[in-house]
């Protein structure tokens, strides 16, 4: 049964720090890797997909590594803003497609002005 | 424009009352999801339709039944409410199966 585990579930830093969120899941037979980020009272807004026979992923500030082998996903969140401030979560589908992701619990990050 | 809408966004219901909620996307896509988020904030699939077809049902009390009267929408009927539905329930589509998910901002059930 797939787990996946986001460490840590909550983060604080002052705003222009460079972060990490982590996350690693159980069974390394995943087909991609999702992050999303969860604003209070909104719903999932997908930031980066990485397919399994792909290393990392970037879109703009941030950057998402894939170690499937390790069972291990890295977010970086660079220059980091107050407007970062949301829960992030990271998930795995196995097999085919999105029909079935496995979530972690998230981790919530407050950035400081 | 909202892409994925969901109907109500706060219902607040007595147990073994029967509700449902709505859920559209105007994204033109082919698979749509209903998510729920407990209290632990974890979310898991619940259904998961292609092309109006269900393809996921996970292991959900039947009191919850799924309809899609069409591509865009899918609605969530729940029968005889009880006090560990209370969830935040999410609706999301996707171009196919391969693609990323697109969230609505969520249903938050509450069961008294």
């Known amino acids: 049964k797939q787990e996946v585990t986001q460490i840590p579930a909550a983060l604080s830093v002052p705003e222009g720090e460079n972060l990490v969120l982590n996350c690693s899941f159980t069974?390394?037979?995943?087909?991609?890797l999702q992050w999303f980020r969860q604003d209070p009272g909104k719903g999932l807004t997908s930031l980066l997909l990485?397919?399994?026979?792909?290393r990392e992923q970037t879109s703009g500030r941030l950057n998402a590594s894939l170690d499937k082998s390790s069972g291990r996903s890295t977010l970086y969140i660079a220059a980091s803003q107050p407007g970062d401030s949301a829960t992030y979560l990271c998930?795995?589908?196995?097999?085919?497609?999105?029909?079935?992701?496995?979530f972690g619990k998230g981790t919530k990050l407050t950035v400081n002005p | 424009d909202t892409a994925v809408s969901q109907t109500p966004k706060y219902l607040v219901t007595q147990m073994g009352n029967d509700k449902s909620i709505k859920c559209e996307q105007n994204?033109?896509?082919?698979?749509m999801y209903w998510y729920k988020q407990d209290s632990k904030k974890f979310l898991k699939i619940m259904f998961s339709y292609n092309n109006k077809e269900l393809i996921i049902n996970e292991t959900v009390p039947n009191r919850f039944s799924p309809k899609s009267p069409d591509k865009a929408h899918l609605n969530l009927h729940i029968n005889s409410l009880e006090l560990g539905d209370s969830a935040v329930y999410f609706c999301?589509?996707?171009?196919?199966?391969?693609?990323?998910?697109?969230f609505g901002n969520g249903t938050r059930l509450t069961v008294t």
């Open positions: 990485i397919q399994s026979s792909q």
């Open positions: 069974d390394s037979a995943i087909y991609n």
């Open positions: 994204l033109g896509h082919d698979t």
């Open positions: 998930a795995v589908t196995r097999g085919g497609g999105s029909e079935k992701l496995v």
């Open positions: 999301a589509s996707s171009p196919d199966l391969y693609s990323p998910l697109h």
